[in-house]
């Protein structure tokens, strides 16, 4: 089983597009995030939630839009893309806050 | 701000032999974590030490913490081939809201 999953795995799409990236956890933790990985591998966190409700958001454009319908699922959802969103997106999870992060796999999206 | 810094950036050793990578912080911390990724994929935890701490193990991962010094230190014994991936520190700053910062990484190269 899966503890952090995300779709898509790959995303490609044009400049402008508006795309949104999935993700879910089974191990019942309260807490989740999106980073963001750079062509250095440099991780910066964009969001956390927990227990559905924002709790740290990072100096990320407004077109970054978070959405957690359930303490499982926290998606991404993103406007107008830029050629600079492209990178690797991970979601986590943890139990509790600063503690240890459980990551997805990572959706790789490039913008044309 | 960048809270956590690993060095090297880059390691390459021979199987068996010892691998050492060393995270430098800022501020004061609660805790400090050791992740690793291999390539393509996501962060896997490693080992959390506290700051009450001075050292930990984990199989063949001693990590070891100095306050004092603001540094940890990640040693890999008897090193193998899958060993190979990059390694980060991830620390929270006491006034950071609950935020969890990742250094840059260490990338390990372990040559069979």
Known sequence: DTAVSQTPKYLVTQMGNDKSIKCEQNLGHDTMYWYKQDSKKFLKIMFSYNNK????????????????????????????LELGDSAVYFCASSQVLRGEQFFGPGTRLTVL | SQQGEEDPQALSIQEGENATMNCSYKTSINNLQWYR??????????????????????????????????????????????????????????TSYDKVIFGPGTSLSVIP
């Open chain 1, 53 to 80: 409700e924002l709790i740290i958001n990072e100096t990320v454009p407004n077109r970054f839009s978070p959405k957690s319908p359930d303490k499982a699922h926290l998606n991404l959802h993103i406007n107008s």
């Open chain 2, 37 to 94: 990724q291999n390539s393509g994929r996501g962060l896997v935890h490693l080992i959390l030490i506290r700051s009450n701490e001075r050292e930990k193990h984990s199989g063949r991962l001693r990590v070891t913490l100095d306050t004092s010094k603001k540094s940890s230190s990640l040693l890999i014994t008897a090193s193998r081939a899958a060993d190979t991936a990059s390694y980060f520190c991830a620390t929270d700053e006491e």
